[in-house]
Protein backbone atom coordinates (compact mmCIF):
# COMPACT_ATOMS: atom_id res chain seq x y z
CA UNK A 1 0.00 0.00 0.00
CA UNK A 2 1.58 3.59 -0.77
CA UNK A 3 2.03 5.84 1.79
CA UNK A 4 -0.06 7.81 1.28
CA UNK A 5 -2.72 6.02 1.02
CA UNK A 6 -1.87 4.63 4.54
CA UNK A 7 -1.43 8.57 5.69
CA UNK A 8 -5.26 8.69 4.60
CA UNK A 9 -6.89 6.04 5.94
CA UNK A 10 -5.17 6.92 9.28
CA UNK A 11 -7.00 10.61 8.77
CA UNK A 12 -10.27 9.44 7.94
CA UNK A 13 -10.27 6.92 11.10
CA UNK A 14 -8.97 9.41 13.87
CA UNK A 15 -12.33 11.80 12.29
CA UNK A 16 -14.77 8.76 13.10
CA UNK A 17 -13.26 7.51 16.08
CA UNK A 18 -11.80 11.27 18.22
CA UNK A 19 -14.44 13.04 20.27
CA UNK A 20 -16.78 15.02 18.10
CA UNK A 21 -15.99 13.15 15.14
CA UNK A 22 -18.32 11.06 12.90
CA UNK A 23 -18.96 8.27 15.27
CA UNK A 24 -20.09 10.14 17.90
CA UNK A 25 -22.63 12.38 16.12
CA UNK A 26 -23.90 9.24 14.55
CA UNK A 27 -24.92 7.79 17.44
CA UNK A 28 -26.62 10.42 18.91
CA UNK A 29 -27.77 11.62 15.69
CA UNK A 30 -29.28 8.16 14.62
CA UNK A 31 -32.09 7.32 17.13
CA UNK A 32 -33.22 10.92 17.15
CA UNK A 33 -32.88 10.52 12.85
CA UNK A 34 -35.02 7.75 13.35
CA UNK A 35 -37.38 9.33 15.84
CA UNK A 36 -37.88 12.00 12.84
CA UNK A 37 -38.36 9.57 10.08
CA UNK A 38 -41.07 8.20 12.09
CA UNK A 39 -42.80 11.25 12.76
CA UNK A 40 -42.58 12.10 8.57
CA UNK A 41 -44.10 8.31 7.86
CA UNK A 42 -46.53 9.13 10.28
CA UNK A 43 -47.46 12.50 8.58
CA UNK A 44 -46.77 11.35 4.83
CA UNK A 45 -49.46 8.75 5.60
CA UNK A 46 -51.69 10.96 7.52
CA UNK A 47 -51.70 13.21 4.25
CA UNK A 48 -51.94 9.97 1.96
CA UNK A 49 -55.35 9.03 4.12
CA UNK A 50 -56.77 12.72 3.75
CA UNK A 51 -56.11 13.22 0.06
CA UNK A 52 -57.63 9.65 -0.42
CA UNK A 53 -60.51 10.79 1.73
CA UNK A 54 -60.97 14.14 -0.02
CA UNK A 55 -59.16 16.79 -2.24
CA UNK A 56 -60.73 19.28 0.29
CA UNK A 57 -58.89 17.22 3.61
CA UNK A 58 -55.74 17.71 1.52
CA UNK A 59 -55.87 21.49 0.35
CA UNK A 60 -56.80 21.71 4.05
CA UNK A 61 -54.70 19.84 6.12
CA UNK A 62 -50.96 21.90 5.60
CA UNK A 63 -51.86 25.55 6.16
CA UNK A 64 -54.37 24.33 8.95
CA UNK A 65 -51.96 22.90 10.45
CA UNK A 66 -48.71 24.76 9.71
CA UNK A 67 -50.53 27.84 11.27
CA UNK A 68 -51.38 25.95 14.75
CA UNK A 69 -48.02 24.71 14.97
CA UNK A 70 -46.79 28.44 14.47
CA UNK A 71 -48.77 29.20 17.36
CA UNK A 72 -47.46 26.13 19.13
CA UNK A 73 -43.56 26.35 18.40
CA UNK A 74 -42.83 29.15 20.37
CA UNK A 75 -43.74 27.24 23.39
CA UNK A 76 -42.24 24.13 22.45
CA UNK A 77 -39.18 25.70 21.34
CA UNK A 78 -38.81 26.91 24.70
CA UNK A 79 -39.55 24.08 26.62
CA UNK A 80 -37.31 21.97 24.20
CA UNK A 81 -34.10 24.84 25.01
CA UNK A 82 -33.87 22.54 28.33
CA UNK A 83 -32.14 19.83 26.29
CA UNK A 84 -29.30 22.48 25.71
CA UNK A 85 -29.08 22.84 30.41
CA UNK A 86 -29.15 19.37 30.17
CA UNK A 87 -26.72 19.06 27.90
CA UNK A 88 -24.43 21.40 29.64
CA UNK A 89 -25.19 19.89 33.03
CA UNK A 90 -24.30 16.78 31.87
CA UNK A 91 -21.28 18.13 30.94
CA UNK A 92 -20.31 19.31 33.75
CA UNK A 93 -20.66 16.08 35.51
CA UNK A 94 -24.02 17.71 37.79
CA UNK A 95 -26.92 15.03 37.34
CA UNK A 96 -29.01 17.05 39.36
CA UNK A 97 -28.74 19.75 37.52
CA UNK A 98 -30.28 17.73 34.26
CA UNK A 99 -33.61 17.03 36.59
CA UNK A 100 -34.07 20.21 37.89
CA UNK A 101 -33.51 21.85 34.58
CA UNK A 102 -36.25 19.48 33.21
CA UNK A 103 -38.97 20.64 35.61
CA UNK A 104 -38.57 24.02 34.85
CA UNK A 105 -39.35 22.89 31.41
CA UNK A 106 -42.59 20.92 32.40
CA UNK A 107 -43.77 23.75 34.66
CA UNK A 108 -43.31 26.32 31.29
CA UNK A 109 -44.94 23.88 29.58
CA UNK A 110 -48.46 24.04 31.45
CA UNK A 111 -47.51 28.02 32.61
CA UNK A 112 -47.81 28.90 29.09
CA UNK A 113 -50.84 26.84 27.77
CA UNK A 114 -53.48 29.48 28.81
CA UNK A 115 -51.77 32.14 26.11
CA UNK A 116 -52.01 29.28 23.50
CA UNK A 117 -55.72 28.75 24.12
CA UNK A 118 -56.12 32.83 24.15
CA UNK A 119 -54.77 32.66 20.16
CA UNK A 120 -57.32 30.42 18.42
CA UNK A 121 -59.67 33.38 17.97
CA UNK A 122 -56.65 34.95 15.89
CA UNK A 123 -55.97 31.97 13.91
CA UNK A 124 -59.08 31.52 12.93
CA UNK A 125 -59.23 35.09 12.23
CA UNK A 126 -55.89 34.75 9.52
CA UNK A 127 -57.61 31.28 8.35
CA UNK A 128 -60.83 33.57 7.12
CA UNK A 129 -58.74 36.10 5.38
CA UNK A 130 -56.44 33.81 3.58
CA UNK A 131 -59.30 33.71 0.89
CA UNK A 132 -59.02 29.69 0.58
CA UNK A 133 -62.97 28.32 -1.34
CA UNK A 134 -65.19 27.57 1.61
CA UNK A 135 -65.13 24.34 1.59
CA UNK A 136 -61.66 23.95 2.19
CA UNK A 137 -61.86 26.84 5.33
CA UNK A 138 -64.47 24.89 7.09
CA UNK A 139 -62.06 22.03 6.83
CA UNK A 140 -59.19 24.44 8.28
CA UNK A 141 -60.87 25.72 10.67
CA UNK A 142 -61.40 22.41 12.05
CA UNK A 143 -58.47 20.71 12.28
CA UNK A 144 -56.45 24.36 13.80
CA UNK A 145 -58.90 24.50 16.76
CA UNK A 146 -58.29 20.59 17.63
CA UNK A 147 -55.12 20.56 16.86
CA UNK A 148 -54.38 24.07 18.83
CA UNK A 149 -56.18 23.39 21.68
CA UNK A 150 -54.79 20.01 22.74
CA UNK A 151 -51.54 21.86 21.90
CA UNK A 152 -49.99 22.04 24.98
CA UNK A 153 -49.02 18.20 24.35
CA UNK A 154 -46.18 19.19 22.31
CA UNK A 155 -44.07 21.62 24.16
CA UNK A 156 -44.52 18.82 27.42
CA UNK A 157 -43.46 16.62 25.38
CA UNK A 158 -40.23 18.46 24.35
CA UNK A 159 -39.87 19.52 27.78
CA UNK A 160 -39.96 15.63 29.39
CA UNK A 161 -37.55 14.72 26.23
CA UNK A 162 -35.04 16.91 26.28
CA UNK A 163 -33.86 14.92 29.85
CA UNK A 164 -32.95 12.43 27.73
CA UNK A 165 -31.66 14.04 24.69
CA UNK A 166 -29.73 16.38 26.59
CA UNK A 167 -27.61 13.36 27.92
CA UNK A 168 -27.05 11.39 24.51
CA UNK A 169 -29.95 8.86 25.90
CA UNK A 170 -31.83 9.28 22.07
CA UNK A 171 -32.75 5.55 22.03
CA UNK A 172 -35.14 5.79 24.78
CA UNK A 173 -36.45 8.85 23.22
CA UNK A 174 -36.77 7.11 19.98
CA UNK A 175 -38.58 4.26 21.11
CA UNK A 176 -41.23 6.40 22.69
CA UNK A 177 -41.47 8.35 20.00
CA UNK A 178 -41.96 5.34 17.16
CA UNK A 179 -44.79 4.14 19.68
CA UNK A 180 -46.28 7.19 19.73
CA UNK A 181 -46.40 7.36 16.02
CA UNK A 182 -47.78 4.08 15.64
CA UNK A 183 -50.77 4.47 17.98
CA UNK A 184 -51.26 8.05 15.39
CA UNK A 185 -50.97 5.88 12.21
CA UNK A 186 -53.68 3.66 13.40
CA UNK A 187 -56.17 6.37 14.87
CA UNK A 188 -55.84 8.34 11.92
CA UNK A 189 -57.08 4.88 9.75
CA UNK A 190 -60.11 4.35 12.17
CA UNK A 191 -60.84 7.90 12.85
CA UNK A 192 -60.79 9.62 9.50
CA UNK A 193 -62.30 6.44 7.23
CA UNK A 194 -64.59 5.45 9.74
CA UNK A 195 -63.75 2.13 11.28
CA UNK A 196 -63.97 -0.33 14.11
CA UNK A 197 -67.44 0.67 14.66
CA UNK A 198 -66.37 4.56 14.68
CA UNK A 199 -67.95 7.20 12.49
CA UNK A 200 -66.01 8.46 9.38
CA UNK A 201 -64.78 12.18 10.70
CA UNK A 202 -62.48 12.82 7.77
CA UNK A 203 -60.00 15.58 9.06
CA UNK A 204 -61.68 16.17 12.48
CA UNK A 205 -60.78 12.52 12.84
CA UNK A 206 -56.99 12.99 11.82
CA UNK A 207 -56.72 16.15 14.27
CA UNK A 208 -58.33 14.04 17.36
CA UNK A 209 -55.61 10.88 16.63
CA UNK A 210 -52.39 13.55 16.52
CA UNK A 211 -54.03 14.50 19.86
CA UNK A 212 -54.15 11.05 21.32
CA UNK A 213 -51.53 9.65 20.04
CA UNK A 214 -49.15 12.85 21.53
CA UNK A 215 -49.71 11.79 24.96
CA UNK A 216 -48.20 8.73 24.16
CA UNK A 217 -44.80 9.86 24.10
CA UNK A 218 -44.60 11.78 27.06
CA UNK A 219 -46.19 9.45 28.90
CA UNK A 220 -43.55 6.58 28.10
CA UNK A 221 -40.96 9.49 28.82
CA UNK A 222 -42.38 10.62 32.35
CA UNK A 223 -42.82 6.69 33.34
CA UNK A 224 -39.10 6.06 32.91
CA UNK A 225 -38.02 9.54 34.18
CA UNK A 226 -39.32 8.84 37.49
CA UNK A 227 -38.60 5.07 37.74
CA UNK A 228 -36.07 3.82 41.00
CA UNK A 229 -33.22 3.56 38.06
CA UNK A 230 -33.43 7.53 37.60
CA UNK A 231 -34.66 8.91 40.40
CA UNK A 232 -30.98 7.14 42.46
CA UNK A 233 -29.12 9.27 40.13
CA UNK A 234 -30.96 12.55 39.17
CA UNK A 235 -33.26 12.49 42.61
CA UNK A 236 -35.94 13.19 39.26
CA UNK A 237 -38.62 12.66 41.89
CA UNK A 238 -36.92 15.23 44.65
CA UNK A 239 -37.03 17.92 42.19
CA UNK A 240 -40.49 18.64 41.48
CA UNK A 241 -41.51 22.28 42.11
CA UNK A 242 -40.15 25.84 40.82
CA UNK A 243 -36.83 26.84 41.11
CA UNK A 244 -37.49 30.49 39.82
CA UNK A 245 -33.83 31.74 39.21
CA UNK A 246 -33.63 28.23 36.98
CA UNK A 247 -36.47 29.35 35.71
CA UNK A 248 -35.36 32.78 34.43
CA UNK A 249 -32.61 31.71 33.40
CA UNK A 250 -34.48 29.12 31.39
CA UNK A 251 -36.28 31.79 29.53
CA UNK A 252 -33.21 34.06 29.19
CA UNK A 253 -32.16 31.70 27.00
CA UNK A 254 -34.93 29.67 25.40
CA UNK A 255 -37.43 32.47 24.68
CA UNK A 256 -35.18 34.15 21.75
CA UNK A 257 -35.16 30.54 20.48
CA UNK A 258 -39.05 30.43 20.86
CA UNK A 259 -39.50 33.19 19.22
CA UNK A 260 -36.93 32.81 16.65
CA UNK A 261 -38.97 29.52 15.86
CA UNK A 262 -42.14 31.57 15.78
CA UNK A 263 -40.42 34.29 13.61
CA UNK A 264 -40.15 31.68 10.82
CA UNK A 265 -42.89 29.40 10.82
CA UNK A 266 -45.24 32.68 11.18
CA UNK A 267 -43.06 33.55 7.75
CA UNK A 268 -43.46 30.00 6.52
CA UNK A 269 -47.59 30.01 7.51
CA UNK A 270 -47.38 33.04 5.45
CA UNK A 271 -45.30 31.56 2.36
CA UNK A 272 -48.12 28.89 2.35
CA UNK A 273 -51.53 30.93 2.69
CA UNK A 274 -50.44 32.82 -0.30
CA UNK A 275 -50.06 30.31 -2.51
CA UNK A 276 -53.68 29.29 -1.75
CA UNK A 277 -54.29 32.15 -4.20
CA UNK A 278 -52.76 30.86 -6.83
CA UNK A 279 -55.11 28.59 -7.39
CA UNK A 280 -56.46 24.76 -6.03
CA UNK A 281 -53.85 22.86 -8.36
CA UNK A 282 -50.71 25.16 -7.16
CA UNK A 283 -51.95 24.68 -3.71
CA UNK A 284 -52.29 21.44 -3.82
CA UNK A 285 -48.67 20.47 -5.96
CA UNK A 286 -47.54 22.77 -2.82
CA UNK A 287 -48.66 20.90 -0.23
CA UNK A 288 -47.94 17.53 -1.46
CA UNK A 289 -44.37 18.33 -2.86
CA UNK A 290 -43.82 19.58 0.98
CA UNK A 291 -45.07 16.76 2.37
CA UNK A 292 -42.64 14.43 0.34
CA UNK A 293 -39.70 16.79 0.99
CA UNK A 294 -40.81 16.62 4.59
CA UNK A 295 -38.65 13.37 4.15
CA UNK A 296 -35.47 15.28 3.64
CA UNK A 297 -36.49 17.82 6.17
CA UNK A 298 -37.66 16.79 9.48
CA UNK A 299 -34.74 14.06 9.79
CA UNK A 300 -32.35 16.93 9.50
CA UNK A 301 -34.14 18.56 12.67
CA UNK A 302 -32.81 14.99 14.34
CA UNK A 303 -29.15 16.07 12.99
CA UNK A 304 -30.13 19.65 14.45
CA UNK A 305 -30.69 18.21 17.98
CA UNK A 306 -27.75 16.07 17.93
CA UNK A 307 -25.13 19.27 17.30
CA UNK A 308 -26.83 20.99 20.09
CA UNK A 309 -26.50 18.15 22.18
CA UNK A 310 -23.26 17.83 21.21
CA UNK A 311 -22.03 21.39 21.47
CA UNK A 312 -23.71 21.71 24.92
CA UNK A 313 -21.42 18.80 26.41
CA UNK A 314 -18.84 20.16 24.96
CA UNK A 315 -19.31 23.22 25.99
CA UNK A 316 -20.25 22.32 29.61
CA UNK A 317 -16.49 20.47 29.99
CA UNK A 318 -15.45 23.73 28.96
CA UNK A 319 -14.12 21.96 25.63
CA UNK A 320 -14.80 24.35 22.50
CA UNK A 321 -12.50 23.12 20.09
CA UNK A 322 -14.21 19.35 20.56
CA UNK A 323 -17.63 21.15 20.34
CA UNK A 324 -16.85 22.78 16.94
CA UNK A 325 -15.41 19.62 15.45
CA UNK A 326 -18.77 18.23 16.36
CA UNK A 327 -20.97 20.58 14.85
CA UNK A 328 -18.83 20.43 11.61
CA UNK A 329 -19.29 16.89 11.01
CA UNK A 330 -22.72 17.06 12.02
CA UNK A 331 -22.95 19.34 8.82
CA UNK A 332 -21.56 16.52 6.80
CA UNK A 333 -23.72 14.16 7.81
CA UNK A 334 -26.90 16.32 6.79
CA UNK A 335 -25.34 17.15 3.55
CA UNK A 336 -25.03 13.55 2.44
CA UNK A 337 -28.77 12.41 3.47
CA UNK A 338 -30.36 15.25 2.32
CA UNK A 339 -28.37 14.93 -1.23
CA UNK A 340 -28.67 10.73 -1.10
CA UNK A 341 -32.72 12.18 -0.43
CA UNK A 342 -32.83 14.75 -2.96
CA UNK A 343 -31.23 12.41 -5.85
CA UNK A 344 -34.58 10.65 -5.82
CA UNK A 345 -36.60 13.53 -6.18
CA UNK A 346 -34.87 13.78 -9.55
CA UNK A 347 -35.34 10.15 -10.74
CA UNK A 348 -38.75 9.18 -9.22
CA UNK A 349 -40.94 12.20 -9.45
CA UNK A 350 -44.05 10.02 -10.24
CA UNK A 351 -43.89 7.41 -7.90
CA UNK A 352 -44.04 9.95 -5.20
CA UNK A 353 -46.59 11.97 -6.69
CA UNK A 354 -48.62 9.03 -7.63
CA UNK A 355 -48.75 8.03 -3.60
CA UNK A 356 -51.05 11.10 -3.00
CA UNK A 357 -53.61 9.86 -5.72
CA UNK A 358 -53.73 6.41 -5.73
CA UNK A 359 -56.87 6.61 -4.21
CA UNK A 360 -58.63 9.70 -4.69
CA UNK A 361 -62.26 9.30 -6.78
CA UNK A 362 -62.20 12.99 -7.68
CA UNK A 363 -59.49 16.06 -8.15
CA UNK A 364 -56.86 16.54 -9.87
CA UNK A 365 -54.74 13.49 -12.37
CA UNK A 366 -51.07 12.58 -11.74
CA UNK A 367 -50.61 14.25 -15.15
CA UNK A 368 -51.65 17.87 -14.07
CA UNK A 369 -49.46 17.30 -10.53
CA UNK A 370 -46.14 16.23 -12.69
CA UNK A 371 -46.13 19.64 -14.76
CA UNK A 372 -45.09 21.74 -12.09
CA UNK A 373 -44.52 18.93 -9.37
CA UNK A 374 -41.54 17.89 -11.17
CA UNK A 375 -39.86 21.10 -11.35
CA UNK A 376 -40.71 21.63 -8.09
CA UNK A 377 -39.50 18.49 -6.38
CA UNK A 378 -35.71 19.55 -8.27
CA UNK A 379 -35.73 22.81 -6.40
CA UNK A 380 -36.54 21.04 -3.07
CA UNK A 381 -33.61 18.98 -4.01
CA UNK A 382 -31.54 22.40 -4.07
CA UNK A 383 -33.04 24.03 -1.00
CA UNK A 384 -32.12 20.71 1.33
CA UNK A 385 -28.67 21.15 0.91
CA UNK A 386 -28.73 24.33 2.03
CA UNK A 387 -31.42 23.57 4.74
CA UNK A 388 -28.65 21.16 6.20
CA UNK A 389 -26.17 23.92 6.99
CA UNK A 390 -29.60 25.83 8.08
CA UNK A 391 -30.81 23.59 10.56
CA UNK A 392 -28.04 21.61 11.99
CA UNK A 393 -25.14 25.29 12.50
CA UNK A 394 -28.69 26.83 13.77
CA UNK A 395 -28.72 24.14 16.52
CA UNK A 396 -25.12 23.87 17.00
CA UNK A 397 -25.35 27.60 17.87
CA UNK A 398 -28.50 27.47 20.22
CA UNK A 399 -26.98 24.23 21.91
CA UNK A 400 -23.83 26.91 22.72
CA UNK A 401 -26.24 29.59 23.85
CA UNK A 402 -26.19 32.27 21.30
CA UNK A 403 -30.02 32.66 20.87
CA UNK A 404 -30.38 35.81 20.00
CA UNK A 405 -28.22 36.20 16.61
CA UNK A 406 -30.13 33.46 15.75
CA UNK A 407 -33.22 35.17 16.62
CA UNK A 408 -32.40 38.44 14.83
CA UNK A 409 -30.62 37.09 11.81
CA UNK A 410 -33.62 34.49 10.54
CA UNK A 411 -36.08 37.35 11.73
CA UNK A 412 -34.41 40.19 9.07
CA UNK A 413 -34.17 37.73 6.33
CA UNK A 414 -37.49 35.77 7.11
CA UNK A 415 -39.52 39.40 7.24
CA UNK A 416 -37.19 41.75 5.96
CA UNK A 417 -36.66 39.52 3.04
CA UNK A 418 -38.55 36.28 2.03
CA UNK A 419 -41.93 37.66 2.99
CA UNK A 420 -41.90 41.17 1.09
CA UNK A 421 -40.45 39.50 -1.96
CA UNK A 422 -43.32 36.95 -2.31
CA UNK A 423 -45.98 39.40 -1.83
CA UNK A 424 -44.67 41.62 -4.29
CA UNK A 425 -43.53 38.20 -6.75
CA UNK A 426 -47.37 37.32 -6.22
CA UNK A 427 -49.70 40.07 -5.25
CA UNK A 428 -47.92 42.54 -7.73
CA UNK A 429 -45.74 40.49 -10.56
CA UNK A 430 -48.32 38.35 -10.74
CA UNK A 431 -46.01 35.64 -10.53
CA UNK A 432 -46.60 32.04 -10.03
CA UNK A 433 -45.68 28.56 -7.65
CA UNK A 434 -42.03 28.14 -9.14
CA UNK A 435 -41.40 31.93 -8.31
CA UNK A 436 -42.19 31.76 -5.18
CA UNK A 437 -40.22 28.47 -4.57
CA UNK A 438 -37.36 29.86 -6.39
CA UNK A 439 -37.23 33.17 -3.75
CA UNK A 440 -37.89 31.04 -1.02
CA UNK A 441 -34.59 28.87 -1.86
CA UNK A 442 -32.35 32.13 -2.01
CA UNK A 443 -33.84 32.73 1.99
CA UNK A 444 -32.66 29.26 2.93
CA UNK A 445 -29.17 29.66 1.26
CA UNK A 446 -28.73 33.14 2.74
CA UNK A 447 -29.74 31.71 5.98
CA UNK A 448 -27.14 29.16 6.00
CA UNK A 449 -24.22 31.77 4.46
CA UNK A 450 -24.75 33.71 7.73
CA UNK A 451 -25.10 30.97 10.14
CA UNK A 452 -21.84 29.15 8.57
CA UNK A 453 -20.10 32.86 9.20
CA UNK A 454 -21.37 33.47 12.82
CA UNK A 455 -20.12 29.52 13.79
CA UNK A 456 -16.78 30.35 12.42
CA UNK A 457 -16.55 33.45 14.38
CA UNK A 458 -16.38 31.64 17.44
CA UNK A 459 -18.37 34.50 19.35
CA UNK A 460 -20.21 31.28 20.58
CA UNK A 461 -17.65 30.31 23.48
CA UNK A 462 -17.48 32.33 25.29
CA UNK A 463 -21.41 32.25 26.62
CA UNK A 464 -21.95 31.36 29.66
CA UNK A 465 -25.43 29.16 30.04
CA UNK A 466 -25.16 27.12 32.86
CA UNK A 467 -24.46 28.40 36.40
CA UNK A 468 -20.30 28.83 36.63
CA UNK A 469 -18.80 26.90 38.76
CA UNK A 470 -21.06 24.08 38.22
CA UNK A 471 -21.61 22.11 41.80
CA UNK A 472 -19.26 19.03 42.07
CA UNK A 473 -20.63 16.10 40.64
CA UNK A 474 -22.51 13.62 43.36
CA UNK A 475 -21.11 10.32 43.61
CA UNK A 476 -24.57 8.17 43.57
CA UNK A 477 -25.12 4.34 43.14
CA UNK A 478 -25.30 3.16 39.44
CA UNK A 479 -24.41 6.68 38.12
CA UNK A 480 -21.49 5.22 35.96
CA UNK A 481 -24.65 3.04 34.03
CA UNK A 482 -26.43 5.99 33.53
CA UNK A 483 -24.03 8.51 32.04
CA UNK A 484 -24.62 7.25 28.44
CA UNK A 485 -23.68 10.70 26.57
CA UNK A 486 -20.02 10.51 28.17
Not at 34 to 48: A, E, I, K
Not at 90 to 118: K, M, N, Y
Not at 138 to 155: K, N, Q, S
Request: glycine letters at 10%.
Amino acid sequence: MPPHASHEIYMTSSRIHQPGGYREVIRIAWPLVVSMGSFTLMQFVDRMFLAWHSPVSIQAALPAGILSFTFICTFMALCGYANTFVAQYHGAEDPEGCSRSTAQAVWLAFLTWPILLATIPLGLWLLTISGHEPPVLAEERIYFTILTAGGVVVPLGAAISSFFTGRGETRTNMLATIAGNVVNGVLDYVLIFGKAGFPAMGIRGAAIATLIAGLVTPGILFAIYFSRRYHRVYQTRKHLGIEWRLMVRLVRFGLPSGINMLMEIAAFSLFILITGRLGPLSLAISNMALSINSLAFLPLIGLGIAAATLVGQYQGRGDSETAARAARRSVMVGVYYVGTIGLTYFLFPTLYFSAFTARASEGFALEELLGTGRQLLMLMAIWGLADAVNVILAGALKGAGDTRFVLIYSSLLSWGMMVPGVLVLVLVLGGGLLGMWTWALLYVTLLAIGYAIRFRGGRWKTIAVIESPPPPPAARPGAEALAVGD
